[in-house]
C-alpha cells in the first residue's frame, strides 16, 4: 500500500497549542499513523460529510482521505465534547 501524503490545516495547530503537552504528544503519533493506514481499526466514517473520526484519548481526530490523491487532510482536532460543533 501506498504511503499516504499528510496535510494538515492551519486551524488544527491552533487547536493543539490550547491542549496539554502529553496529549498532543500523542495526539501526533496518531496523526503520524495515518500515513501508513488511513482507515485504522477504530475509525469512523460521519454520515454527513466524507470525514472520518478517530479517537484519541477524550480527543478526536476529524480528517478527509483523497485516495485518488493518496492524501490524508487533517481537518480538526478537539474534545469530544466540542469537536463536532461548528
Known sequence: M?????????SVAKDLRELPKADVRRIVER???LRDEPRPFG????SALERYRIRQ???????EIFDA????????VG????????
Open 2 to 10: 501506498a504511503r499516504y501524503e499528510l496535510r494538515i490545516k492551519a
Open 31 to 33: 496523526i503520524e499513523c
Open 43 to 46: 475509525c469512523e466514517k460521519l
Open 57 to 63: 484519548g477524550n480527543y478526536r481526530i476529524i480528517y
Open 69 to 76: 490523491e493518496i492524501v490524508v487532510e487533517v481537518v480538526k
Open 79 to 86: 474534545h469530544r465534547k466540542d469537536v463536532y460543533r461548528d
